[in-house]
């Protein structure tokens, strides 16, 4: 289940198959929904049988093809087939497909009993050369189909490509299991079976065992089963069917009931029957995600005070009216939790992301407690052999900081991989800023929102020392998430400008018969608003560049963010954290140091811990 495109969204694409009890017809199909009237604005045939899933992620589509073990990508909106991953069988019952990221694809196996949850990578999977004649042949086999002999031939097929497509496992997760959205550092599952929605978290396992499994909630009643899961402002929602022969499973007189489980509080919210004249399979936010049924999903519930500021900023009105005499208005895509905008995702990670905005202004802010911390700051605070002894330090990124940010200065406290998929380390610098950095962190985002900052740093760049040359973001932080600049010290000799392309029919060419026009592609560069005090998103998928022409010091506060909560892991002093954008980043420290953590344990002793380090930030 998945929006369809636009904004506001207005449909919904959804699967419609035969029951697999004796089915008449073995014909499936994606569909289209208007949200509104329920009518059926479209449907396209696809090659699967008994398809469990259906998501889009970014411009692909993917058919969890449950009958024949296979996962097949199509592109959206064309529908086009891009890929066939033919890796699993029938018996291993693939139910639910989870694109967290191209090369983090997590697959639920059902497996008829204990389940597993697998890591594929999708790429390994040969593009399909002819669409056309491709999907023509796998119609054509829908009719000669038998499921056991297909089984084997696809296992025997594929086992000499497991190494390469299958990156990792997590065995017995549940019994016949459902539905997998990360929250909070861990994966809430259905443990379908056993009647119990459960969480399994990777991160805080013992040493040795991979993973913890914990009961969040049991139906006292036994014979249900449970199907559909999302989460939306940290509640779980889920399906409880009655235990049914699958003949009986397409009962009109069948109904189930929708639960609402409370992740932060930890309790039942309600159970309540819904007309489903039959099991209830899929449940999804679509109006609020592309990704509702894999990702979790917020309401975006607005705060008056923060919002009105908003619209009532003369700064902020000042820069929309710049940024739409330009040609770039901000497209708004959703709303943070006190209620001001974020760009719109689909835009900014497509082909021609500023069409997304260069800018969206959001508010101007207080910043005078941070800019007398800053300024409180010894002069080597900003380098890293201060860094290693009272925080901790980044390794791995002086090639691109020297490539694209010579000479710039930073203070990292809060850091993710190249990806922005795992976890978030927070680093013993941030207690020094937090309480003049926080309460401008919720003005923006809202509390409930914090918890989606994957990096937080302070920027430094020197006169006429420090250069941030023309660069595009690429990592997966920027392409799913959102970048958003607090000026803490600048000067209107600060050029900060982003460089959007322009295509246009090239004048001097006059394209002969059957000839194709020559398009120019100009690219022209846009100082943006960015005073002290005034936040904004900055669209960093286009092009963008600083230049420190003034003669002060310029220090801004670099924020990203995802639209799904992170967990976040606290390092001690001395931290060196090994930064590589393929494999992760990866924080060592010593034995004495980890054991001192470990020693410490509650989370009071531990941040007296970080904050006397913090103090000597001022020594």
């Not at 509390?447 to 937080?456: N, P």
Request: proline content about 7%.
């Amino acid at each position: 289940m998945f929006p369809g495109a636009g904004e506001p969204v207005r449909t919904v694409w959804t699967v419609i198959r035969p029951h697999n009890w004796r089915p008449t017809t073995n014909k499936e199909y994606l569909v289209e929904l208007d949200m509104v009237t329920g009518s059926e604005v479209q449907r396209v045939a696809i090659p699967s049988r008994f398809t469990h899933d259906v998501v889009r992620h970014d411009d692909s589509v993917f058919v969890c093809d449950t009958g024949n073990g296979r996962i097949l990508q199509l592109s959206f909106p064309g529908m086009i087939p891009v890929r066939s991953l033919e890796v699993f069988t029938l018996a291993d019952h693939p139910n639910t497909l989870a694109p967290l990221a191209d090369d983090n694809f997590l697959v639920v196996l059902h497996n008829l009993g204990q389940s597993d949850v697998v890591r594929v990578n999708i790429s390994a999977a040969h593009v399909i050369q002819n669409p056309t004649s491709w999907l023509a042949s796998q119609t054509a086999n829908l009719d000669n189909i038998d499921s056991q002999s297909s089984d084997s031939q696809t296992a025997h097929k594929q086992q000499a490509n497991l190494d390469a497509v299958i990156m990792g496992r997590v065995q017995r997760v549940g019994e016949k299991a459902h539905g997998l959205v990360p929250w909070q550092g861990a994966y809430i599952m259905l443990d379908s079976d056993n009647g119990a929605l459960i969480a399994m978290d990777l991160i805080s396992a013992p040493s040795g065992q991979g993973f913890n499994i914990v009961r969040l909630w049991k139906a006292p009643e036994e014979g249900v089963f449970l199907k559909g899961l999302a989460i939306v402002d940290d509640v779980a929602y889920f399906g409880i069917s009655p235990w049914a022969p699958r003949s009986a499973r397409n009962d009109p007189q069948s109904n189930n009931e929708l639960a609402a489980f409370d992740l932060v509080a930890g309790e039942l919210l309600w159970r309540r029957q819904v007309p489903t004249a039959g099991l209830l399979n899929i449940i999804g936010a679509p109006h609020l995600s592309v990704a509702s049924t894999y990702l979790p999903s917020y309401t975006g519930k607005a705060e008056t005070d923060v919002v009105q500021q908003h619209h009532n900023s003369p700064e902020v009105a000042v820069a929309m009216q710049s940024l739409t005499k330009l040609g770039y208005p901000p497209k708004v895509g959703g709303y943070w939790s006190s209620g001001l905008p974020y760009l719109e995702m689909n835009l900014k990670s497509s082909k021609t992301p500023w069409d997304a905005g260069l800018q969206l202004p959001l508010l101007l802010l207080n910043v005078s407690q941070l800019q007398a911390d800053v300024l409180a700051l010894p002069p080597e605070a900003w380098n890293y052999q201060y860094q290693a002894k009272y925080s901790a330090v980044m390794a791995g990124r002086e090639g691109n900081q020297a490539a694209f940010k010579p000479g710039v200065e930073g203070i990292v406290l809060l850091f993710s991989d190249n990806d922005g998929s795992g976890p978030v380390y927070k680093f013993p610098a941030y207690d020094y800023f937090a309480p003049a950095l926080e309460p401008l962190l919720e003005a923006i985002l809202g509390k409930h929102d914090l918890q989606h900052i994957i990096r937080l740093q302070l920027a430094l760049m020197r006169p006429g020392m420090s250069d941030i040359k023309i660069h595009v973001d690429s990592g997966g932080y920027a392409v799913r998430g959102h970048r958003i600049h607090i000026p803490v010290f600048t000067h209107p000799n600060v050029a900060f400008d982003v460089c959007p392309h322009r295509y246009v029919p090239d004048p001097a060419h006059s394209p002969g018969e059957g000839e194709p026009q020559r398009i120019l592609d100009i690219q022209e560069c846009f100082k943006i608003p960015a005073v002290e005090g005034f936040a904004f998103e900055l669209n960093n998928r286009a092009a963008h560049r600083v230049a420190n022409l003034s003669p002060i010091d310029r220090v801004h506060v670099v924020i990203d963010l995802c639209q799904g909560p992170h967990p976040r892991i606290s390092v001690p002093p001395g931290t060196v954290c090994d930064y590589d954008m393929k494999k992760g980043l990866l924080c060592k420290y010593s034995d004495n140091q980890q054991q001192q953590q470990q020693q410490e344990g509650s989370a009071l002793v531990q941040q007296q811990h970080y904050s006397a380090t913090a103090a000597k930030w001022l020594e």
